[in-house]
């Protein structure tokens, strides 16, 4: 297919149409807004879905018999099949609604860690992980005195696949990998690892968080036993996240944190506790969040996952050829199989330098680190400018950051 034709199949110019914030000018120009990897912009249907929901619909749920709070517990639950659509998980009881990606991980980590977890066991995490997805696995080793073992990641940002053959043991008690690196825009054999995993009885949880936005994730293909996303990241609002578990595992989970509804009964001697998912929805939940959640997840699917790729395929391939034109940068992370994140340095700059002069033209980029100090390090760098794209980018956005891009360069060099 032309690239026009895919560009069409999204029709690009009706999808930016649909995020209200796009329109901003920012420093006198048109906003480029080349950071969705951070946190993505918000249709407007989820705004209004928002607002409806706190205008006609809002009280607290599964805890009153009048009709409004019926009502809302009805919207919510309708939001949680809405996420098991979206990830094919086979119950509505498998999806946890938690803050976010981090929350959902610090959740396993801890359940897990208290539960499964002792001294001389191992946790195998990788060499890309983002600090959500190392640090709570770090403090449930330190608490139970297992250890933390590290899947090595190639020149080009792809995991070393005999290392992480070698590594798995009768030791390793869980495995928890990320699906698409948000600082290389590896996507990783997940399918694979898990069924290594598995091979040992090891679980596995898997960081999508980039992968959700850009991918059609099919948790019981994939046979993950845990599987984490942000609402934020997927064109919803923040405060809202996913935790996938497979039902046994989160029967096996002790709680994680206590309070009302994750209770069944409680006395001054003991609680029993609530059936799935509420046995990990402690306190009111996130209401709004996850029935925008909802909404976001609807718009992705009527847009269609494959367009969607497609369209970010073309982009990253396009943007990627004009990038390497670029005398003296260097693209970090150029593995096989990539979304769309291009992670760059350029000679003689600093990235803080660069994210700066772009940011004066209307280019929004992250500089940094990108919350993976660790893989900085294995590239034996403080950090890179990254440009990540989403749905609604389109090649004018790209044409528009290649041309800041040299300018700021000709100003730096
Ligand atoms: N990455 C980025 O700019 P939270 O903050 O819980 O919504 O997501 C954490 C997280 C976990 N895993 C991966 C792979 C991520 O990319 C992120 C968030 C943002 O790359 C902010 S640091």
């Not at 995490?125 to 403090?139: C, D, F, G, L, R």
């Not at 992968?211 to 046979?223: E, G, K, S, Y």
Request: proline share 4%.
């Amino acid at each position: 297919m032309s690239t026009t034709a895919i560009a069409e199949a999204l029709q690009i110019d009706q999808v930016r149409a649909d995020f209200p914030l796009l329109s901003r000018e920012m420093r006198g120009h048109p906003l480029v807004f080349l950071d969705s990897a951070a946190s993505s912009q918000k249709p407007r249907v989820v705004l209004e879905t928002i607002d409806h929901y706190y205008r006609y619909q809002h009280a607290n749920v599964h805890r009153g018999v009048y009709t409004l709070s019926q009502e809302a517990t009805e919207a919510y639950e309708t939001a949680r099949a809405k996420v098991r659509r979206f990830l094919n998980a086979a119950h509505n009881r498998e999806i946890i609604f938690v803050r976010g990606a981090t929350e959902g991980i610090n959740l396993v980590s801890s359940s897990f860690g208290r539960k499964y977890l002792k001294e001389g066991d191992e946790v195998l995490i990788t060499a890309m992980e983002h600090h959500s997805n190392i640090v709570p696995w770090q403090m449930a080793c330190e608490q139970s005195g297992a250890v933390l073992k590290v899947v090595p990641v190639n020149e080009r940002g792809e995991l070393q696949m005999d290392d992480f053959e070698q590594l798995l043991s009768e030791r390793t008690k869980i495995v928890a990998v990320v699906h698409v690196s948000n600082t290389l825009g590896t996507i990783n054999p997940v399918e694979e690892i898990i069924a290594r995993a598995h091979k040992l009885d090891i679980p596995v949880l898997v960081d999508g968080s980039q992968a959700a936005p850009h991918l059609q994730v099919d948790v019981q293909a994939l046979d993950a036993d845990f599987y984490v996303f942000s609402g934020h990241k997927v064109f919803g609002p923040t405060g809202i996240g996913v935790l996938y578990g497979k039902e046994k595992w989160l029967h096996a989970l002790p709680p994680y944190q206590g309070g009302g509804e994750m209770i069944e009964t409680v006395t001054f001697e003991k609680t029993t506790y609530n059936e799935l998912p509420h046995k990990f929805e402690a306190g009111t939940p996130n209401m709004a969040g996850a029935i925008g959640l909802g909404a976001a997840l609807d718009y992705v699917e009527r847009l269609g996952q494959a367009a969607i790729g497609r369209h970010e395929d073309e982009l990253l391939a396009y943007a990627t050829g004009l990038l390497e034109a670029i005398e003296g940068l260097r693209i970090i992370g150029t593995a096989e199989r990539k979304a769309s994140v291009i992670s760059f340095l350029v000679e003689g700059t600093h990235p803080y330098d660069v994210g700066t002069l772009l940011d004066k033209q209307g280019i929004a980029v992250r500089t940094g680190h990108h919350c993976t100090q660790p893989l900085m390090d294995r590239y034996g760098i403080p950090g890179t400018i990254r440009a990540s794209f989403a749905l609604y980018n389109d090649r004018s956005d790209i044409d528009r950051f290649v041309a800041g891009l040299e300018r700021a360069l000709r100003m730096l060099r």
